[in-house]
């Protein structure tokens, strides 16, 4: 019997880590769709809420989700090979699917404010988390299939983040400005413009960074002492990466992404900001341990439910979002953003419970 743990049973802090991702992914996408808000965020009432939303809406939205899904390989131990290969061709059509309610469906809405789609191959083809999310798949698929081989796991790991922060410190973002059609091949390795969505050159690193953390908690089994070491790696992690943009007059990027360029620095994430993102993460498990601590459980429920329909929510939000976007272009207000942002919000959490008891009566 090897020395790591069996225990497979749900993890509350990864649970309110995905409840927190999905408040920031549909608050940043209602936030996003309000160009004059923002772009001009810091000329008008309400800039706190603005950086609030942008900071949540990032890596502990998105970061959190990837790392996530490497979280949730390194517990699913009854999935094989297969199981991932068939996960990665399910979640290879969301790739078209948030393409087109992100980019063609408001296009062929309201051509005038959103342009031919015809001109931009990143609506056809762009990166986004859920073709991201495909290769993960692929990689969780390859670490099963050496699952008896723990030295060559972790050997293949150890060199794909390496080769990621030698990559992401050799190719700047914005590196092609040749045809579209090139660089948004290109910008689905390495970050090319401002439509290379989750680029796999600096993404990678936190599902892996993922998986090994859950092997950690596994063979731990104590919440407490994971949560130290959360609480350790960003206490480390998030000071050692402001200091170096500090002294190098370098923008904030994942510790502040609100106060800089957004999509150049967010998407990009030179391999300073890889370290200071892990950092956020980690104090994040660590907030969340103190948060659950405290309220005892009691949030549980709620969690668990959010947590298990982490992929029908970022379905069901964008069928209100695409559509509204068209209205949220007008909009030129941050608090009436916000209050269409809670719309959405409750409306995609009624569909999917909705859209549950529906699947669960037909299946009786």
Known sequence: MT????????????????????????????LEGSMSVYLNAWEVPGSISFTVIEFFGCIPAAGAFTFAMGWGAAFSDR????????RASKLFLFLFY??????IFPTILDPENFGSFKDIPWAVIGFNIYSFATVCMLFFALM?????????????SIAIVIAVFVTAGLVPPESYEGNQWVATLLGIFTRQNEYSWFPLVPWSVFPITGYWAAKLYRR??????FA??????????????????????????ALNPAWIDYGKDYYGLSPVNIIGALGVLGLELAV?????????????????????????????????????????????????????????????????????????????
Request: aromatic share 10%; proline share 4%; charged share 15%.
């Open 228 to 253: 130290l070491i959360a609480l350790a790696v960003g206490a480390v992690f998030t000071p050692v990466c402001w200091i170096i943009n500090k002294v190098n007059g370098w923008p904030q990027g």
């Open 144 to 156: 099963k299939k050496i699952d008896d081989k723990p030295g060559l796991k972790a050997g293949i």
């Open 98 to 103: 948030v393409n087109f309610v992100y980019v």
């Open 3 to 30: 020395a790591e743990l069996t225990r497979t049973k749900r993890v509350p802090e990864i649970e309110l880590m995905k409840a927190i991702a999905i408040l920031g992914m549909v608050f940043v996408h209602v």
């Open 220 to 225: 731990l089994n104590d919440r407490k002492k």
């Open 79 to 86: 999935s094989t090979p297969s199981t991932y290969l068939k």
């Open 288 to 364: 969340i341990f103190v948060i659950l601590t405290l309220t005892k459980g009691k949030l549980h429920p709620l969690l668990l439910s959010m947590s298990r329909n982490v992929m029908r929510i970022f379905i069901a939000h964008w069928l209100f979002v695409s559509p509204l976007f068209v209205v949220l272009i007008h909009v030129t207000n941050i608090w009436v953003n916000n209050l269409i942002a809670l719309g959405v919000l409750i409306a995609t959490l009624t569909v999917v419970q909705l859209y549950n008891k529906f699947i669960a009566k037909d299946s009786l």
